[in-house]
């Protein structure tokens, strides 16, 4: 029988999550748990393909940026799952609008 590794991430291998705006002060907390679709190397890409991970089948494409976008404007926290790709899309590719009533 396989044993289970104490941790599913390597010494070598990047943090599961990151936090934008620890500090914020708004009472929601923003959480995009898909925000990304890094794997430990333990769990073998739970056998979805390399092709396929750059795909929306393994992530939410954007909802890091969005996530960021929406954290800064309420000055909330986000706990973000990292991701292996360039998270910037929405950023990257937003029309910039003033936040609130106009």
Request: no cysteine; aromatic share 4%.
């Amino acid at each position: 029988m396989n044993e289970m590794p104490e941790s599913l991430l390597a010494v070598d291998e990047p943090a599961p999550v990151t936090v934008h705006n620890a500090n914020g002060r708004s009472l929601f907390l923003i959480v995009a748990d898909h925000a990304g679709n890094s794997m430990p190397r333990a769990l073998r890409r739970l056998g979805v393909p390399e092709a396929e991970s750059k795909r929306h089948i393994a992530w939410d494409i954007g909802i890091a940026g969005l996530g960021r976008v929406v954290a800064d404007a309420l000055d909330a926290t986000l706990v973000q799952q990292n991701s292996g790709h360039n998270d910037d899309f929405f950023t990257q590719n937003q029309t910039r609008r003033p936040v609130g009533p106009s």
